[in-house]
Nanobody, 127 residues
């Protein structure tokens, strides 16, 4: 069992930056690949980014590539999402999720493959 809790969301202007954090407790954090997803009002949840267990391999949705950076600190049981050059279309609730299984594209984009989820943090980008 893993418990996840996101923080760092807020209101920011277009072009601004935010760093989301996801703290994990419970079973060994380093046993899980970690992902970030988001859900905007009226839209389906979508994949944002994923990082493997040791933090070597990272993956991004095309919509955030070059603007967002995922990282993790296994000593602190925390995964981060640095979001730069934010756009109004980035407005959503952002969720972190944990996956105990090594996966390749496109399976790592599927939310159903993640076993544990946080409660989400709201990111609002004003125009």
């Amino acid at each position: 069992q893993v418990q996840l809790g996101e923080s760092g969301g807020g209101l920011v202007q277009t072009g601004g930056s935010l760093r989301l954090s996801c703290a994990a407790s419970g079973r060994s954090f380093s046993s899980y690949a970690m992902g970030w997803f988001r859900q905007a009002p009226g839209k389906e949840r979508e994949f944002v980014s994923r990082i493997n267990r040791v933090g070597v391999s990272t993956y991004y949705a095309d919509s955030v590539k070059g603007r967002f950076t995922i990282s993790r600190d296994n000593a602190k049981n925390t995964v981060y999402l640095q979001m730069n050059s934010l756009k109004p279309e980035d407005t959503a609730v952002y969720y972190c999720a944990a996956d105990p299984t090594r996966r390749s594209w496109p399976d790592y984009k599927l939310g159903s493959n993640y076993d544990y989820w946080g409660q989400g943090t709201q990111v609002t980008v004003s125009s």
